[in-house]
């Protein structure tokens, strides 16, 4: 296995000030991006929102209309793509269907002119544990075994940086989250910076440390999963990333460390480290499962009654109307003290002021919510 | 006939005609297979036919037409001519036409419309036009129609087929596996060499049968630009009046299974390769 | 919105990869244009030029100087119409019955022949490879007056010794409709093929019935190969002249008799380029109303 530890340590991507114009439309806006050496990166948003572009850029598909492009010292911004140390896992695998696996795999290390293909292609094979197909024509392999042959076929040239786009969209469920695993797996092993981009954000989730939220050719957020989900900095990235309850509300005051914030004649307490805007305008934010159908804490919306009740195995989702019609989301786990609340019933939400964040209210409340899960 | 037997009969018409109904759509393309095969079945049985001089009426089965297909005068002269014709022409319509299918389906330019245009043209036009116009072009500079003015006929309107159909099989490549070579450090020309040209070259096979097929059959141009020279067609046309020779017969029926044998074995190739 | 137009142009053609705003397209395209042009384009105008030549009096035959003089078109055109409505009215009679025969061919071949697709595809094709002359003059002697079915046809009653089926403007549509049929079904077959069939089953779904969804569903789905297929049938039965010639009698000569006779048995050059250049402008004209109508233009 040693043999197969290809990270150079060559040095960081760095993507900076990248626009990419087609036309009047700009599908990338001004994008600064560091992408640390040897990472598992996510580039994560709905599709359209300039994810794919930001990724044709890196592999030299596509040329920005403006800005660099730098691995470690090295500009790459106008290289051809066969000139980059750089390779892409193609959405649909983009497998050569005229060529063996082993010649697809075969194929960059031909044209760079290496000796001992052989060995090679068969490290390479035997890292995605398919050493036994080598003779056969990817149009008689499965869709698992293409994406990992693709995968092979990229990882066999020891590229700088791997770029996969989609590489789990043809997939089904089950192969999917099998294949998150064994891609986890096989980065762990040869420590290249992987370049993910899904539009899938459970995905982006489970596989990468770092996570960039793309919407509309510029990036939300950047950091990891849990710093994503639990403190999301724009409404996009809280109502993408998962569900999320907003709330129009108005802040008025903000010492010792909290603020606090009033809506319809309810008042509510954020930490202020939670308070990502100066604007006295915000959307409160917090997510289903923290809230609770009590009435303790300082937090509480009371007088709410249930308008939909569906179970879903590990909890009950309840929506609740508060009295000022707002629809809330509930998950409640179904575990002791379950409340089995029907349609109807009157209830009291509440939940902590550390689960709770404040966002810039000048956004679109539903900015990120309902997109269109499609490809 | 009182009991037992009676209801078979008008339950066998009526399920007769309900399996009719069913399948009268296969029932009609049955018959339109047959029509499209008559000739094709007479040419081939009055192949065997011991003919004498007219080939007209049935005069008893024979074999030499076949054991000897050159036996009349001129078949088979005019058979090498329009094979040296048809493999020329196809040579030149194939290379040419898949240029031209290369820079439609792989490159930008000024001029696109003007290019269509003129690849839809001559197939747009009657052959008699066609024959007609290059033959008062050749009398206006003098030039004697011959055997290099039907290779310079039947290049021409070879042309427009093998682009179209190249083109279409160049439109329907993933552009992902171009891209994916040259991620793959293949630079412009190992992307050609390496994957287009190789995925591409089913297309162009099929546009050079496809050529030569037009080529080999093509009676109206080159009756207008070949001056004394013989091709198949014109032979068969010629001789037509007084009854073609049961050798003609024999090398159309030939023609036949050859094709049909190339085809096939294609067919069987691909299905092949899928599999295995 | 902007999420189609990232999905659509990064998987567009040309686009991507192989960029070239550089001179190798007009290297690519020249040999065969440079060809196209001096063996189609200047023909054309060759022709052009030859049919408004005159023969000075007194000169050879076959000597021709340009004079200009259109009244050629006039002349040829008066002389031919006959022939030159019979080839269009010939030609559309061919085509209508040809598309009636190769709808429900395709229609099978796409809809009904399960595994045997492939080979009845080829079916189709087979007969192309034997000329396509030797199978003219087959029918020519099928249906000759000595042939198998006139002489059957003669022993019934109601036929008298008369019966003859060359040489009659039955025969030569016949001809032409047999010779073009598989130019109707390839395309035919090629748009229906691309039909889902659940789409029909959906129209039976929502209340049409066979004959409704027929006309609502698979005749417009079918369109461009409804179109590509006429056309190509068309095009050169309304020129052709070999099924006229072998099938028919005198009064059966199309237009592209008249052409052939006028270049080779009169040699009168003028009036056979003043024939065609009509016949080509007649038809392109005929082409271009009938792609606009049918709102199809993908047809190359």
Redesign the interface.
């Known amino acids: 296995m040693a043999n197969s530890k290809v990270s150079q340590d060559t040095g960081d991507l760095v993507l900076n000030r990248v626009s990419k114009f ?1 036309g009047d ?1 700009c ?1 990338v806006d001004d994008l600064s991006l560091t992408v640390p050496d040897g990472s598992f990166f996510a580039l994560l948003g ?5 994810k ?2 930001t990724l ?1 850029m890196i ?4 040329e920005p209309s403006q800005g660099t492009i730098h691995i470690g010292d090295n500009d790459i911004t106008t290289q ?3 000139r980059r140390n ?3 896992v ?3 695998y ?5 060529l063996t696996i082993f010649e697809n795999i075969a ?2 290390l031909r ?2 002119g290496i000796k001992d293909v052989k060995t090679e292609v068969e490290n390479a094979l035997n890292l995605v544990e398919l050493g036994h197909l080598a003779e056969r ?1 990817p ?1 008689q392999l499965s869709g698992g075994q293409q994406q990992r042959i693709a995968v092979a ?2 990882i066999v ?1 020891r590229p700088e940086v791997l770029l996969l786009d989609e590489p789990l969209g043809a997939l089904d469920l089950k192969l999917r989250r099998q294949m998150q695993i064994e891609l986890k797996r096989i980065q762990m092993e040869v420590g290249i910076t992987f370049i993910h981009v899904t539009h899938d954000q459970e995905e982006a989730m489970t596989m990468a440390d770092t996570i960039a939220v793309m919407n ?1 050719g510029k990036i939300e957020q950047m950091g990891s999963a849990t710093e994503l989900y639990e403190a999301p900095k724009t409404a996009f990235v809280a109502n993408f990333l998962g569900q999320c309850n907003l709330i129009k509300a108005k802040v008025q005051s903000r010492a010792a460390g909290k603020a606090v914030v009033t809506a319809k004649g309810h008042t509510f307490e954020v930490p202020l480290s939670r308070v990502s805007t100066d604007s006295d305008s915000v959307l409160l934010g917090v997510r289903p499962e923290k809230l609770r159908l009590d009435d303790q804490g300082i937090n509480s919306i009371k007088d709410c009654v249930v308008t939909d009740r569906s179970f879903v195995g590990t909890s009950t989702q309840y929506l609740v109307r508060t009295p000022w019609d707002l629809e809330l989301v509930v998950f409640e786990q179904n575990d002791e003290g379950l409340h089995d609340l029907h349609v109807g019933d009157k209830v009291s939400l509440e939940w902590d002021a550390e689960h709770t964040f404040a966002l810039d209210g000048a956004q679109d409340i539903n900015a990120g919510a309902d997109l269109e899960d499609e ?1 | 006939m009182t009991t037992l037997s009676a209801p078979p009969m008008p339950s066998f018409t009526h399920r007769a005609s309900r399996w009719i109904s069913r399948n009268l759509i296969r029932i009609y393309a049955g018959v339109a297979f047959v029509y499209l095969f008559i000739p094709v079945a007479y040419t081939f049985a009055f192949s065997f036919n011991d003919s004498g001089k007219s080939n007209l009426v049935w005069q008893g089965f024979t074999l030499d037409n076949w054991k000897n297909p050159c036996g009349a005068p001129q078949v088979c002269s005019a058979v090498a001519n329009s094979i040296q014709i048809g493999v020329l022409s196809t040579v030149i319509a194939t290379i040419l036409g898949t240029m031209i299918a290369f820079a439609l389906g792989r490159h930008k330019f000024r001029g696109r419309t003007s290019t269509n245009l003129l690849i839809f043209l001559p197939m747009a036009t009657p052959e008699v036009v066609l024959g007609a116009s290059l033959l008062a072009m050749f009398l206006n500079l003098g030039v004697n129609p011959g055997f290099w003015t039907i290779v310079i006929s039947h290049v021409m309107f070879c042309i427009s087929f093998v682009v179209v159909t190249v083109k279409a099989r160049i439109a329907s490549l ?1 552009p ?2 171009e ?9 412009e020309k ?1 992307t050609f060499r ?2 287009t040209l ?2 591409v070259m089913p297309g162009i096979a099929g546009a050079a049968l496809l050529a030569f097929s037009l080529s080999f059959d093509d009676f109206i141009i080159t009756n207008f630009n070949s001056g004394i020279e013989t091709t198949f067609p014109k032979f068969v046309y010629v001789s037509a009046a007084r009854g073609i020779p049961a050798e003609a017969n024999v090398i159309g029926s030939a023609m036949f299974f050859i094709a049909l044998f190339i085809v096939v074995i294609g067919q069987v190739v691909a299905r092949q ?2 599999k295995s | ?7 659509t ?2 998987h567009s053609g040309p686009r ?2 192989i960029k070239s705003r550089s001179i190798t397209p007009y290297l690519l395209l020249a040999p065969g244009m440079i060809w196209l042009i001096t063996f189609f384009i200047i023909p054309i105008f060759s022709l052009a030029s030859t049919s408004t030549m005159v023969r000075p009096e007194g000169a050879q035959i076959g000597t021709y100087v340009q004079e200009l003089r259109f009244q050629n078109y006039v002349d040829a055109f008066v002389a031919n119409q006959e022939q030159y409505v019979r080839s269009f009215v010939y030609a559309g009679i061919a085509t209508l019955l040809a598309l009636a025969i190769a709808f429900p061919l395709a229609y099978t071949i796409a809809f009904k022949a399960g595994k045997y697709r492939n080979v009845l595809l080829v079916l189709v094709v087979a007969p192309f490879f034997t000329s396509f002359l030797l199978r003219t003059v087959a029918w020519t002697q099928i249906l000759g007056d000595d042939g198998p079915i006139v002489s059957t046809l003669k022993l019934l009653p109601f036929f008298d010794d008369s019966l003859r089926l060359t040489a009659t403007p039955f025969a030569v549509v016949s001809g032409l409709t047999y010779n073009f049929l598989p130019f109707m079904t390839l395309p035919l077959y090629a748009s229906l093929e691309r039909i889902d069939p659940r789409t029909l089953e959906a129209a039976g779904d929502l209340y049409a019935n066979g004959f409704t969804t027929f006309k609502k569903v698979t005749v417009p789905l079918a369109m461009p190969g409804i179109v590509a297929g006429t056309l190509l049938t068309f095009i050169p039965a309304a020129g052709d002249y070999i099924n006229a010639t072998l099938l028919g009698n005198p009064s059966t000569k199309m237009i592209g008799n008249v052409i052939e006779s006028r270049f080779f048995a009169v040699v009168d050059y003028p009036t056979a380029a003043a024939l065609s250049f009509t016949l080509m402008a007649t038809i392109l004209i005929v082409v271009t109303l009938y792609i606009r109508k049918s709102g199809t233009d993908e047809l190359v």
Do not use: I, W
């Not at chain 2, 891209?179 to 630079?187: E, R």
């Open positions: 087609y439309f599908a709905p599709s359209g929102c300039g794919t572009t044709r592999a030299g598909l596509e051809k793509p066969y750089v390779n892409t193609f959405q649909n983009a497998l050569f269907p005229h194929f960059g044209r760079r024509k149009g076929r990229a040239n509309q490809e | 993933d992902r596996l891209q994916a070579a040259m991620d793959l450090y293949a630079n190992d390496y994957v190789p995925l390769r899928k | 919105m902007a999420f189609l137009h990232g999905a142009r990064t991507s990869g």
